[in-house]
């Protein structure tokens, strides 16, 4: 299991409840999608690295099922756009960090 962190689902499927979602609960998964991700998307051209970002985003939204799931996934992607918006800042000093350019 990646980085020994209990599952978030239960055997039958439906999610632990036993606390509610953190900031840490994103922060692992995303530090483990990142670690898996960036190396197959590095190289590859901007065109097929936003493609494949995008296949998974519209598998994520496709998630949303039933009533109301077209005023979700808005609600939703909208969501994950400012966050994404946010976030660019924050990840560029880190990448310029892990690259040593302080400037």
Known sequence: ???????????????NSDKPPSPDDALFISKAIRAFAAPMLAGHPPEVQSAALADLTATWLAGYQGPGAENLRAETF?????????LVPI?????????????
């Not at 980085?3 to 439906?14: H, I, L, Q, S, V």
């Not at 909208?78 to 946010?86: F, K, S």
């Open 1 to 15: 299991m990646l980085f020994n962190r209990p599952a978030a689902k239960k055997k039958d499927g439906t999610m």
């Open 78 to 86: 909208a969501l994950y756009i400012r966050l994404v918006l946010e």
């Open 91 to 103: 990840n560029e000093v880190m990448l310029r960090e892990l690259r040593g350019d302080r400037s």
